[in-house]
């Protein structure tokens, strides 16, 4: 019975950190996602800028 015990921890503990890993990458994932939707926007708002204010008036 101790056997299937100690067996059961360890099934547990190698789920519970491969799970971690993968939690990990999609947040990593996330934060890149969210930094390029960040600098597109603020591309596009001053790009927006930049033709409403006449920027070419060359």
């Not at 890993?21 to 947040?27: K, M, R, S």
């Not at 890149?32 to 939707?37: D, E, Q, S, V, Y």
Request: glycine share 18%.
């Amino acid at each position: 019975m101790k056997a299937y015990i100690n067996i059961l921890i360890v099934f547990f503990l190698v789920i519970g950190l491969t799970s971690c890993e993968v939690i990990g990458g999609v947040f990593k994932g996330g934060m890149w996602t969210g930094a390029i939707l960040v600098i597109a926007v603020i591309g596009l708002v001053i790009w927006l800028f930049t033709k409403l204010l006449g920027g070419n008036k060359g």
